[in-house]
């Protein structure tokens, strides 16, 4: 996986693999951090990877691991004195994805979330130290991804279900049978909410996520569904805040295809 990871002194582009975490300055240029992932902690038949990253609390840069670690990094403001700072031991299966908060979060729910194959879900408040706050326990499937607005945890699972949880408390508002095959992708749109799915049935959904002003219900709309034609699709993402393009790739696809308002 690759993300850019936003912290108010610096930008950093990291990356992991089956070898370790690499962190980059955002244009590539210089590799300012190395991690490597111990391989003998792990039985020999069991694959080692690191994957899921997001930045959190304004200086740290959160990654999971395959043995269900989430690695905390503290990034100083400049340079490479990069140190883990902490580690997540809540998940006992790998972890396949984590996201902050990219809204604004009602008081008390949590600035991130980590997600596990198993379909465990953890919320966590994001300090000098972090605190799990809610945990979302496994029901057979597996949580591919997942987003965190406005205290609403959105996940897509394997079985195609987006399901929607308040991230204070961890329960279930909403569950929609989104697609017909495994969902590998979820991005969010931080000014309007808009949700985009991607999955292995070659759809593209977009929703919108709201919270009813009289109730404090979640509520999720269909907007708009893509086919794109003969494609697994496995990743999805929009170009810009406002969620009016996304940009879409498929297994064995060698191209981006990017869709936007006629």
Known sequence: ?????VLPSRVLLVLTSQKGIQMYESDGSIMVYWHALDVTEHPPAQAVFAR???AAGGRF???G?????VLVFDIPPKGTNITVSEVLEQ???????IAAELGEAPDGAGDLVTADDAGTLCVWSVGEEFALLSKVPAFGCTCASVKLWNGIVAAGYGNGQIRLYEAATGLLRAEVNAHARWIYALDLAPQTGK???GAEDSFVHVWKLSRNPDTEDIEIEHCHAECVTDTQVCGARFCDPE???FAVTGYDLSEICRYGRA
């Open 91 to 97: 998940h006992h299966d790998a972890i396949t994805d």
């Open 1 to 5: 996986q690759a993300a850019w990871c």
């Open 195 to 197: 949700l985009l799915s």
């Open 52 to 54: 899921g990253i997001a």
């Open 243 to 245: 969620g009016n393009s």
């Open 61 to 63: 840069i959160c990654v």
């Open 65 to 69: 691991t395959s043995s269900g670690l």
